[in-house]
Structures are given as structure tokens and as C-alpha cells.
């Protein structure tokens, strides 16, 4: 009986297979093309030292609970070099061409085979064939011909790749991602300790855990127009998301509510993801910088919300906050404080050019706040003493910095010296104060952050994010206009 089952799934899973090729295309056409993936790749070995070879993981597969995994995602290095987005592979660049049976190469990859009883459960696998044809990856194999892989990793003076974290777990599965780390770590002679120290002394060996990284946020930190336009597709989609919540906005609302009406927005325009947990706060929840359980029942009139998301389109992900009065109308003390923190915003947004460093943006957002709060009576003076929070030894009201690259992370990869053209970047100046503050308690629980997302330029910037109103007013003004979520009427469970 076993036996008949088991080819009955062999047989149904070689009929879907090409039942799904007969059909046509089932997935966006718009993902970045081989090419890209490939001048990325060829990029980073201009980049790297002679006589190396760089060698990247796949993501691991991460497990939810009991057999039910989080939704896959990607290893973005590892995607950004190769377009492949399953699990259980591994990279290797090579500076120079290398020789093996007959064949020249300077790149191959280590992918998935085929399982068809797997691949009836959950999906087409791309396997060899695939990765040559689809990745154009001219030298590949299955992931079970790593083991015995005749590479001798002793005769490069680099073999670069990015520290293990004992994090992956053994799935069983023959060739999965733990047997390749093992199989990786065998070939290299891995030391057995918790940190390699090759960067510390005089280097004994020839791995290296640092290069990689700096290598890679070189090319990451500046944008291709590929690569920009998907950035534009992830930012409007999220900017959207923002305006049209402003106009659904209700006291009474749940936080949960409210980060559902955001991420159905992202979802109807296809964005596969959101960028990181969405954060949704309302009144003092407002106070925390990543307060993501968004669990607040009923949103109180009178209180602000701030509300920090971003959708993931194709792997790249925006970057955007808003924060609103629940009612449509700011009071007198949380107008001030929000048009303190534009006021920091614009001052940044002045100076935002190539040549411009990180440092002077968040100087220029840190001098507009902190003399408006002295003005205010919120802090004493600009003395040290009166502005930091003796607790966190940051500033008390604006305790984070104000400057991130964005891209396939969140925090994405670049460098954080100075501003160039083709950096996408953040500038989310913010005010919190929580209750219990030493200030007026007039001014208690009101959180205010304002993030954008902005392109440089040679001679400037470009803001991506102004499909969401900045100004208090401009934002009041839309708050009136009626919402499609309106017609939503769901029946009341008990």
C-alpha cells in the first residue's frame, strides 16, 4: 500500500510539474533580471583580494512551531548576488578562474535537488538544471556534491565569508544547510571557538570573517536603477498605505486594526512582505522606539498614533512613519512638539546632498530639537546634564540617531561616513515623552516621529515617500476625506 502511494505522488507530482509549465507565468515579471545578479556579481570580484574566494550561505529555514515554519525569506547577500530565493545553498566566487575537470570557471553554486514527493507538499524546486538555465549560473550542482567537492580552500590567501552563529538547526533533510556548514567547516579547518581572532594578531591562517562584509556594503549602498525601481514601487506602496489609513482613522480602533489596514494596502499592490514588524502605537505605547505587539484594544480619542511600517516589494523594503492625531485633530502641545520634530526634519532635508556626512544630519535634526525643548521648558538648559537620561546615558527625548541606508534590509548595508549619490537613506527625527517625565505632564505621552525616505543626489535629493503627508495641517486635511475601509461593515462576534 505504501509502495502505490508513493508512486502515485511520484506520478502526480511529474503531472503538476507539467501541468504548471503548460500555464502561463505565475509569478511577477517585474523581479530584478539575471543580468542584474550577474554585474553584482561581477562587481564584488573586481572588489576582492587577489587569490580569494568568497563563499555565502543561503538563509536557514526557520521553525514557527512544531512542523510549521516561518514563511521563507532569502539571505538578502545572497539573493542580491544571485536571485535565488529557496533554501539549502551555498555560493562561491572566486577572485581568478579556476580549472576542475576540464571545465574554467570563476563562480558555481550548490543548490536544492529535485524531490518529488517534497515538491508535491511544497513547490517546484529549481535544481541543477534550473540554476544554470534560470540563475545562469553556468557551473552548478546539487547540493549533495558538496560534500565531496575536491576544492583544496588552503590555497587561497583569503577564504572570505560572513561568521556562523550556531543558529541552524539539522532538518534531516539530506544536503540541508546544516550539513553544508559542517561540510564547509570541515574543508577549511574551522577552529573550534566561539570567535575567530584573525583580525586581532598577525593573521595564521587564511580565513577571513571581516572582508566580506565591507566589501559588500560598498556595492549595497548605492543603488542601481534596477535596483530604484523597486525602491520607488516599496516606498510608494507604503507612503499610500500611510495617507489612506489617515483617512480611515477612528478612535476606538484596535492597534491591530489599524496595522491590518496597512498591510492589506501592501498586499494589494503585491508587495510579498512587510520590511520588518510593523510598529503601531498609540499614546504611550507611542514611547517605545519598537513597540511591536500592537495589542491596545480600543484607541482613546485625543491620543496620537505613530506608526512606523513598511512594505517589502521583491525583497526591497521602505521605511516610513506618520504619526497622527486618532481624532483628526492635534491639540495645542502635540502640535508644537510635532512641528518641532518637521521643523528637524527640514533642517536635515537642507543639508541632505553627496558630500553631506551622516553625522551633520543627525546634527542638524539634534541642535532644532534639543534648543526647542529648552524653549519649551522641557529641558532645563543645553547643559549635558539637563539633556541626557542619566538611566540610558542617550538623550533623554531623542534617545536614537536619525540616519539609515534602506534597501534589501531595513538597516540596509553601506557605508556610514559620508552621503554619495545613489544612497537611499532615512531621516526620522522623533521626540518621546513618556508619563513620568521630570517636565510638565502637560506634555506627557505625546511620541512623535517623522521618517522619510530620500535618494541622493549629485546635487541634492530625491523624497520618495510624498504620496503620505508631512505637514500637521496637511495631514489634518486629509484626515476629513472619506476612506474605502469605511464600507467595511464585518458582523460583531460574540
Known sequence: MKKNILIFCLLYAVCLAEFCFAQAPTHPDDFLPMDFHQSRREALRAKMPPNSVAVLFSN????????????YHQDPNFYYLTGHREPHSVLLIFKDEQRMNGKTFDETIFVRGHDALKELYDGERLGKEG?????EMEVAFVGADFKDYNIDFSKFDKVMFYDFKNDVRDTKEKADLYELIASFKEKINYPDTKELTIEVEPQQNNLDTKTLDSLLSQLRGIKTAEELDLM????????????????????????LEVQGMHEFIYKKYQAEYEGYPSIVGAGHNGCVLHYIENYKPKIEDGELILMDLGAEYHGYTADVTRTIPVNGKFTKEQKIIYDLVYEAQEAAM??????TTFKEIYAATAKVINEGLVELG?????????????????NRYYPHGCTH????DVHDLGEYDTLQAGMVITIEPGI?????????????????????????????????????????????VLMEEPSPFDAIDLPKLE
Open 60 to 71: 536557514p529555514v526557520r521553525n514557527r512551531a512544531n512542523d510549521v515554519d516561518y514563511m
Open 405 to 408: 541606508h534602506i534597501g534589501l
Open 378 to 394: 522641557i529641558y532645563a538648559s543645553l547643559e549635558k546634564e539637563d539633556i541626557i537620561n542619566p538611566a540610558t546615558g542617550r
Open 131 to 135: 540554476a544554470q538555465e534560470k540563475l
Open 350 to 355: 537642507a543639508i541632505c546632498k553627496e558630500g
Open 432 to 476: 518621546y515623552i513618556p508619563e513620568g517625565s521630570p517636565c510638565d505632564p502637560k506634555w506627557w505621552n505625546i511620541p512623535v516621529r517623522i521618517e522619510d525616505d530620500f535618494l541622493i543626489t549629485k546635487d541634492g535629493y530625491e523624497l520618495l515617500s510624498d504620496l503620505a503627508p508631512r505637514k500637521a495641517e496637511e495631514i489634518e
Open 232 to 255: 520607488r514601487k516599496a516606498v510608494n506602496i507604503s507612503a499610500l498605505g500611510q495617507a489612506e489609513v489617515m483617512k480611515a482613522m477612528r478612535p476606538g480602533m484596535s492597534e
